[in-house]
């Protein structure tokens, strides 16, 4: 699991994710509803009118709004750019236990103690259905992504199935339109429903559970059920027109499930419970493949977001957004050539050309815990045309491939051990042992050289701009490792180092956590530190060959850029940094880029989706404020002139 944003409060009872902005409302026990801002990890507003617990909450997929329902049996509509409520829509008559909008019908599903589930029209404000046949609490219900289906769970130990299309096409005119009270039709549809038409009906009532069904949510493409009880099972159903049926239990929580959900893009189900775990399941196996403990909390909600990879889990003090996986791609670079992993192939890219092309089958691994997980390091040696790929597989190993050619055609890895490989000459590389003890040399062909004893709890190793040199990372130090003299040259101290990235002429290195940017020279001694609200993402030293074929650019190109300005995002931004700590935005990005080179005006990066993507960037700014740290006023004033003639006003 892979922390985003943890917060502490009373205890929470509803989640729910903003489908495009990076925010997630949180319903509590103490009445309190609250909007956070997960990128910034800011609590950005209070929302304050229900009289006890607020147990359900849900964003309105367009529109500025969310519901909420509590224990006060209210069901309110808020609009959070008023930062108010709207109204509330008075009727269930117990504690109201979840809420959600339609997808695209102006239609809120409501589940409530009273053993009813209500369907509301928001835009007229009435109550359009009442699903009645549950004998206890309704614990939840969900609307089909893409059907006219309802899922309910309640206590009375059941999952119900409801075909709700009845009441769309009562709420529809011919036209397309929806059907407001009172219009031309209410006559008819209240004649329909006198004369034995249900607008709602009971497909299936799932059976199975031993104790009272806490959840049910349907697979967002498939015909499946999942449902977690207090039985401590999570049962996996599937669906027909005509049937239902149980396809297998899931066994391992000791304690109450409180929520259980398919992951969106994968064949995972994931469920919390009150035995102060979450699980994740492999679908298709039906075994679990992960388990996240906390001491004292117990887990009472789960929320996916809809697109990114992102999900939620609500517990006795506070929430936890977190990742099941990284998502940033294995990639290196060697001069104008990307070299990346996509669909489990080692692939380039060429800047120059802007042509992709394979290299290499990789060998499918899976991650220590079972699930598929993108590879976690590259170091390439082009002298031998050979590449280290590195994953988490068996608490940390490594591949050596070697590029095919007419002499070798066989591509077969080598394998070994280590929490991380890289090369430190053109025929050794160095694997830092899985205990963190020792470094290991091999030759190129991976037979061992010789072990060197390191401190205790190093736990990553990191090129460094010499031969036989590497950069070892202990807790909140950085030091600079002689392998043949086994001795430490200097250290540094910065905490949470993610990544080292060496200028081309190894006079600097940026060290980069999650927030914060150091920036050293060769000797390890400071020179400037950056610290960054938003969590960065990746970063690259950029060259000042492009500019070239611009009229005017030739006065001003030998301006030295190489070595003096370091280029990194963040979740959303592209921005610089100058070796003397200068920094600013050059552009916002649309989505995360791992930038992977740049070349005067343009910047290359890899999505999430191992995409490449090229982006354009107006150098001006870092220029400006380069030609003025090198004392450089004549192509200043030539930058300046520059840019004026050829700026669009």
């Known amino acids: 699991m892979l922390s985003k944003l943890e917060t502490k409060s009373n205890r929470v009872k509803g989640l729910c994710f903003h489908p495009k902005r990076p925010w ?28 006890g617990p607020v147990r359900g909450i849900c964003f309105h997929s367009t529109q500025p709004l969310f519901v909420s329902g509590g224990d006060d049996f209210k069901i309110k509509v808020w609009n959070y750019k008023l930062r108010r409520c709207l109204f509330t829509l008075p009727g269930h008559l117990d504690y109201i236990r979840t809420v959600q909008f339609h997808n695209e019908l102006p239609w809120i599903l409501s589940a409530s103690d009273d053993t009813q589930i209500r369907i509301w029209n928001w835009q007229s404000r009435t109550c359009i259905a009442t ?34 299309s009845g009441l769309h096409k009562r709420n529809t005119s011919p036209a397309g339109g929806v059907t407001g009270p009172g219009g031309d039709d209410s006559l008819k549809l209240a004649q329909n429903d006198l004369f034995g038409n249900p607008t709602a009906v009971v497909r299936h009532v799932l059976e199975g559970h031993d104790r009272g069904v806490n959840w049910a949510s349907f697979h967002p493409t498939l015909p499946l059920i999942v449902s977690g009880a207090d039985d401590r099972y999570v049962k996996l159903w599937r669906m027909s027109e005509t049937k239902a049926w149980e396809v297998d239990t899931l066994r391992g929580h000791y304690y109450n499930v409180s929520c259980v959900l398919f992951h969106p893009r994968a064949e995972l189900i994931i469920s919390n419970s009150e035995d102060k775990t979450i699980r994740v399941w492999d679908m298709a196996k039906r075994v679990c493949l992960q388990t996240f403990k906390r001491e004292n ?7 996916a977001h809809p697109e990114n990879n992102l999900f939620a889990a609500g517990h006795d003090y506070g929430l936890i957004v977190f990742k099941l996986e990284k998502e940033r791609p294995a990639f290196t670079v060697h001069l104008s050539s990307l070299l990346f992993i996509k669909d489990k192939s080692l692939r380039s890219y060429d800047f120059s050309t802007g042509k992709e092309a394979p290299i290499l089958a990789l060998r499918k691994s899976k991650s220590g815990n079972g699930l598929n997980s993108l590879d976690r390091f590259m170091s390439f040696n082009p002298e031998k045309k050979q590449i280290l790929v590195g994953s988490d597989q068996e608490g ?13 055609p066989d591509t077969s890895p080598k394998k070994g051990a280590g929490l991380n490989a890289i090369w430190i000459s053109r025929n050794r590389f160095a694997v830092l042992d899985v205990k963190g003890s020792q470094v290991i040399t091999y030759s190129n062909t991976n037979e061992q050289q010789k072990k060197i004893p390191v401190p205790a709890g190093t736990d990553m190793i990191f090129p460094s701009g010499d031969l036989d040199t590497v ?43 999650k927030e914060n940017l150091t920036v050293a020279n060769k000797k390890l001694e400071v020179v400037a530190t950056i610290h960054e609200s938003i969590r960065l993402k990746s970063g690259i030293w950029i060259t000042s060959a492009a500019n070239k074929g611009r009229k005017g650019a030739e006065n001003f190109a030998n301006l030295d850029v190489n070595s003096k300005v370091f280029i990194y995002t963040t979740l959303n931004h592209l921005k610089y940094c100058l070796v003397n700590g200068d920094h600013g935005v050059i552009r916002t990005l649309e989505v995360p880029i791992y930038v992977a080179g740049g070349r005067g005006s343009k910047i290359w990066g890899l999505d999430r989706d191992c995409k490449v993507r090229e982006v354009l960037v107006d150098t001006t700014e870092f220029k400006f404020k380069l030609a003025l740290l090198q004392k450089k006023y004549v192509h200043l004033i030539l930058l300046i002139t520059f840019y004026f003639n050829h700026a669009e006003f």
């Open 24 to 51: 997630i409302l949180a319903s509590l026990h103490n009445g309190l509803i609250q909007l956070w801002d997960y990128r910034i990890r800011t609590l950005l507003e209070r929302f304050e009118e229900h009289v």
């Open 131 to 164: 699903l009645s046949g549950h004998t206890h609490y309704v614990m939840s219900a969900a609307f089909h992504p893409r059907e006219d289906l309802v899922v309910s769970a309640s206590l009375d130990q059941t999952v119900r199935v409801w075909d709700i």
């Open 396 to 408: 940390g190993s490594y591949e050596l491939y070697t590029f095919p050619s007419d002499k070798n």
């Open 297 to 303: 909390d117990r887990f009472w909600i789960l929320a």
């Open 471 to 513: 950069l070892l990372r202990n807790e909140d130090k950085i030091s600079l490792w002689d392998l043949t003299q086994r001795a430490k040259v200097s250290e540094i101290t910065a905490f949470g180092v993610k990544f080292a990235f060496w200028s081309p002429d190894k006079e600097f290195v940026v060290l980069m956590s």
